[in-house]
């Protein structure tokens, strides 16, 4: 099973400033998900963009997906210092399969 | 009460003993997961269920054995210790199929073995 690869695999803004973090890989999926984790806690699900779908938001969230290029980016705008976390993709390949987490981006927004 | 509850939320044992980590949930999912995290790693899919009769391995299962007592719950053992197992494990459960919501994880089990 394929893991996304998420980069940078660092980043740190200043608050108010927008954050980009992408991820890619390789073979088809049903759906993408993005979850965020602040230190040491449990992933938290932040939103679910599906193979047929380009754009999504939900609140200073916007993903994409680009299925031609098999990769999707994270924006988080006005980024707060509430926004420090590790960031996850994860690709969901449908049916019976099993989701896949990539690494991770660190994000430190600086108050 | 959290949707996915997970026991202990500390642990440290000693090489060679056997050791349950339990999870339940609220949430009504059909399938639930274990993983377990370490730096640099991500996390990593130890077994997974995708009902209370269906018990498949992950790509780490060596080491580990699972059991689903009920829908709720899915407990995750480890036979006999070793410090290689030290990590932070997390249960996490799903929508047959995956809904909008994704998956719900649990606050995580910080595993020490010494």
Not at chain 1, 65 to 70: I, M, N, Q
Not at chain 2, 75 to 98: G, H, M, R, V
């Amino acid at each position: 099973s394929q893991q996304g690869e998420e980069d940078p695999q660092a980043l740190s803004i200043q608050e108010g400033e927008n954050a980009t973090m992408n991820c890619s890989y390789k073979t088809s999926i049903n759906n993408l998900q993005w979850y965020r984790q602040n230190s040491g806690r449990g992933l938290v699900h932040l939103i679910l963009i599906r193979s047929n779908e380009r754009e999504k938001h939900s609140g200073r969230l916007r993903v994409t997906l680009d299925t031609s290029k098999k990769s999707s980016s994270l924006l988080i705008t006005a980024s707060r210092a509430a926004d420090t976390a590790s960031y996850f993709c994860a690709l969901d390949p449908g049916g019976y399969q099993k989701v896949t987490f990539g690494i991770g981006t660190k994000l430190q927004v600086i108050p | 009460d959290a949707d996915v509850t997970q026991t202990p939320r500390n642990r440290i044992t000693k090489t060679g003993k056997r050791i349950m980590l339990e999870c339940s949930q609220t949430k009504g999912h059909d399938r639930m997961y274990w993983y377990r995290q370490d730096p640099g790693l991500g996390l990593r899919l130890i077994y997974y269920s995708f009902d209370v009769k269906d018990i498949n391995k992950g790509e780490i299962s060596d080491g580990y054995s699972v059991s689903r007592q009920a829908q709720a719950k899915f407990s995750l053992s480890l036979e006999s210790a070793i410090p290689n197992q030290t990590a932070l494990y997390f249960c996490a459960t799903s929508d047959k199929p995956t809904g909008a919501g994704g998956y719900t994880f649990g606050s995580g089990t910080r595993l020490t073995v010494v």
